[in-house]
């Protein structure tokens, strides 16, 4: 709204400015301006005796009712006067709306009277220019009268002699849209209507939208006459009389609502205000999108210069004041495109060219109207920070000291909520700095593998992975070539757009032929072809935002980025942590009442009124109490948040390699090939050489980008693996037709494969698993990084035990069961890593059940037997290295001899031993050989192998780490100052009596479960061995430690022993088990042989009357939960609490036989 505001009071110039500062940008798109003398108009002489005699009335009532209803009749006039105005700014939107859809449904003649009247009104607002009252209404008068002339037109075009006048195929009747809805009908029928059904929907629907905009005009002129009573310009006395009471009010409301009803709220601007600002300064960022946009989706070369001229100014380090000094130029080129798709767009097709020399004007972009809406938004944007420049540079002092005293709370409420927003802005713009980089990585792998994959994409995966590897390597001269790199990419995304964009033009494609000598297909590779409409929208879009989110990373997100990416800055935490404090510091003074709110300057209130009591100016309101307890919560869960993010960085810090190593082997197994050999042979030799780990990690974030890079370059469409794949003659053989199935003989053999590369339907799903190792790489790095930042900024070294928990310790360890499970979380792999190794052996055995896992078999006897623990660490690091070893000799055997060579192996096809093809598959199998027509299995197998060897490697490094030491106490000073376990104290007491004293019979149940659940010698070795120790009963606890320990090492023999003897006999069960059904059926009732490992043999084939096979008795898994549990047990025969169990046994012993002899 335009007001003259020297000539008014200054309670009603506050109101009316706090008016236009309450409505949005978009809502003032056309406030014309009231004439100063139309503005506040009289109140009438009875209107103004109507309201003395009330208000005479009011001060006699009673003071508080008179209060109430003043203060209700105000507030109710209050909010009609706002909506009536809010109905006004939508109709005079809607009018305009309309005007400018009355131009462009129908172009012609007269319709462009419409469309330049729209562009003309929109331009006129976009540069900030006055129109007063009259002038909107004199523009809305011309309008209707437009409007009734062509529908009048329209209505009478339609009879027989307009139409004979001016054909409807005639220059005059295109020109000016003359349409004939009714078509001429016979003479004898004259009151019937035929409807002409021939023409396109918008020649129907422009009568209606014509119709429409007169009767919306006519409403915006005949509500523009009527306008409401201003508040609290007629009735002085009702405010006295609010002030009076007010005085006498202790709570601070009725001042507060006071102040709103005068200003429109607390401040001098309303937040949605203040963001609609902040919308309209970056306002350029939606004019250069939409030049983008505009210029991809309508392809042609007026359109190519918006792309040119967006490209340029996103490139600039002033962009917004670049894009303010061609908003003039931009808006007039808009306009002029807009001029002409309009002309062209007339039905005009037979009188207008069709092309100027050998350029097609449909290539001028002359089909389409949109996007000019922010050119204009711009423009206004632009004008209005020239008025502002040159207002606040010719203020007058006298004016500035004048309006002082009337805008002192306008100017500390503004600055309170400036600031308010300021701290969230800074929050929200550290919260994208932080994270933005997380999008343009997601839309590097969008544009990387989106649609079909050519040459320019695999560049941005080059530049992608280059700036992985970078990170992951070297750090600082990432940080150093990080701006550079975002330049390289911007610069390249450009040349991208630019190169597509003009080869879809004519007689380019045969420029490029020219200047490259290359073929169509050739170029269709590097990703220069013709697309249609939508495929060209999607190859250009999608650069184009990548772009975008490239640019607002480089101009806006990368200086706060580098800061809290410096590990040696410890003051961005610092930074973020005040923000908050100001945050809620601002909140909290926007919940109470401040002293500025609850004084009565602004309307020159009485100096008793403005010397309450702070205290009592202080009372906060009932929401604002709950939204201090919210605040409260907040911050409760923001510190447990806080703690939990803590606590998750320390996990990971401590298990991130091991997640890293076990995936990226896991997707090595997935696919065997040399290019995932290189892979496996870093992880299985950097497991227990715990100081090459770092120098794994960064070797494989190598290699795994030149795997995906190779990859995509297989999947280029001028690759044809036909053109050097070979065929593999088949031998003369008794199962030739066998052999058919073989991978070596069934197809042309690629020798791409075995190295790990092949075509693919989708290049994403087909690198997606190395894609995801390659992140885990990068997340392992980031998460060193951001505890070695976290330790800085706590200004203290890293723990120097790896425990999750640093505060559990020894000492700790008997207060509770909540500190006995912190404990357990630290240090079950330094106390119990021996027994995990040897479940995790027992678990290969249990899955494989083949040759190979004897000499697992063998080494866990061989560390079984030493017994002592200083005996097994000089054997341990030959056993990590032997694990290592066999990982990449078990991987090289799943990887075979390169099948390009066409040499089968040998005990395939020239064994004259075994005749049976079923058989020899099987046993081949067994023994884990590899074959061409079974190809080993290796994704299962080697993964329980690897997990082995993890476990293996980290007790290893265990042990090697002399510096890490746990905590041990001395026996005597134990068993001292420890209290005897029948005096419980809490529940961890329990446990250890549970623990100590009765997991011996649990153990003995175990066993006895294991040998009844099978019928089988084995099992009979069980039950004989939980007899023997139940015949001991309580007289092993109390016997001497040495004895105890030999007679409970047999019982584990004996179990490892049926665990490798079952694995032995299963070359019986799956091999030859047909065979051992016809002869030797009592071997497998006595050993309860049965293969329990899949794809020996189909299951309904071994099926048989006369020799069932144990299924549910051949498995391991009793005996794998039988051996941990025996391992337990020894643990705790080995426990120092146990002295206390032997000690109270043989005191209870002693007393019986007292009682005993005293009796006799």
Known sequence: MWVNQDERTPESRCFKVKTMGEIPPMLLFFQPQIDDDSAEQPIEEEETSGDEDQEEDSLNADPEEVFTATRAKHLAEHLKATAWKVLQDLGRILAVGLLGLAGITLPSGFSAFYFLFFLGVCTWWACHLPISQLGFSALC??????????????????????????????????????????????????????LNTNHDWPVYVNPGILLLLYVTVVAVLRSGSHTPKQVFTHNPVGIRVLLDQESRHKGPFPNVLLNNWVHGGPSGESPFFLLGKVVMQQSYVSALIAMMVWSITYHSWLTFVLLLWACLIWILRARRHAATLCSPFILLYGLVLCCLQYIWAMELHPELPTSVGTMSLRQLGLDKLLFVLTFWLLLRQAVMESFRRKSSSQTPLQEVATKGQNTHTHTSGGAAEQSMLKVVGGMVM??????????????FIMVSFAGKLVAYKIVYMLLFLLCLCFYQVYYSLWRHLLKLFWWLVVAYTMLVLITIYTYQFEDFPVYWKNLTGFTDEQLAAIGLETFDLSELFTSILIPGFFLLACILQLHYFHKPFMRITDLDNTRATLKN???????????????????????????????????????????????????????????KFSEILSKVQVFLWRLLELHILKMVAFFTVWVALQEASVMNLVLVVLWSLAMPFCRFRPM????????????????????????????????CSTPLTNHT????????????????????????????????????????????????????????????????????????????????????????????????GLEICFLMTVNVIGQRMNFLVLIHGCWMVAILVRRRRAAIVRIWPKYCLFLSIFMIYQYLLCVGIPPVLCMDYPWRWSNPVLQDWGTLDALIKWFYLPDFFTVPNSAVCLAADFVLLMCA????????????????????????????????????????????????WFVLSVVFITGASRISVFGLGYLLGCFFFL???????????????????????????????????????????????ERFCWVIQLFSLVCTVKGYYDPNAVHSDTCTLPIEEAGILWDGFCFICLLLQRRVFLSFYFLHVSAELQASAKQASRYISSER
């Open 141 to 194: 008068v011309m309008v209707g009268f437009f409007a009734a002339g062509h529908i009048v037109c329209l209505y009478l075009y339609q009879s027989l002699l307009a139409q004979a006048l001016f054909p409807p195929h005639s220059l005059w009747a295109r020109l000016f849209g003359l349409k004939d809805f009714i078509v001429p009908g016979n003479c004898s029928l004259p009151d019937e209507l035929i």
């Open 430 to 443: 550290s919260c994208y700095a932080k994270y933005w980089i997380y999008v343009c990585g997601g839309m």
């Open 737 to 832: 037709k066998l052999l058919l199935n073989s991978s070596l003989y069934k197809e042309p053999v690629d020798p791409a494969k075995w190295f790990g590369i092949r075509k693919d339907a989708t290049a994403l799903g087909y690198s997606k698993n190395h894609l995801i190792v390659l992140m885990l790489l990068v997340f392992e790095a980031t998460v060193y990084r951001h505890q070695a930042h976290h330790y800085r900024q706590l200004q203290k070294s890293p723990p120097p035990i790896p425990a999750v928990f640093p505060s559990a310790t020894r000492d700790s360890l008997d207060q509770g069961l909540v500190a006995c499970l912190k404990y357990l979380v630290n240090y079950t792999f330094y106390k119990f």
């Open 953 to 1000: 490697s980290q007790q290893f490094c265990l042990e090697e780490k002399t510096c890490v030491k746990v905590q041990r106490l001395d026996p005597h000073s134990l068993f001292s100052s420890s209290p005897c376990l029948s005096f419980l104290r809490s529940y961890l007491d329990m446990l250890k009596v549970l623990v100590f004293r009765y997991f011996f």
């Open 577 to 635: 942590l005040l923000m908050k404090v100001e945050l809620r510091r601002h909140l909290v003074s926007h919940l109470f009442c401040t002293n500025d709110l609850l004084t009565g300057r602004d309307l020159g209130l009485s100096g008793s009124l403005r010397g309450m009591s702070f205290v009592e100016e202080l009372m906060p309101s009932k929401w604002g109490l709950v939204m201090d307890r919210l605040l409260v919560l907040s911050r």
């Open 1031 to 1077: 015949l001991f009963g309580t007289k092993l606890m109390v016997k001497r430690s040495r004895t105890r320990l030999i007679l409970w090492d047999c019982l584990i023999i004996y179990n490892v022993a049926v665990i490798i003897s079952k694995s032995v006999l299963s070359i019986l069960a799956c091999v030859f088990v047909f065979k051992m059904q």
């Open 696 to 727: 794994a990690s960064c070797l494989s974030t190598v290699w795994v980008c030149v795997i995906i890079i190779c990859k995509m370059l297989y999947q280029l469409s001028v690759v044809n693996p036909e053109e050097y794949s070979r065929n």
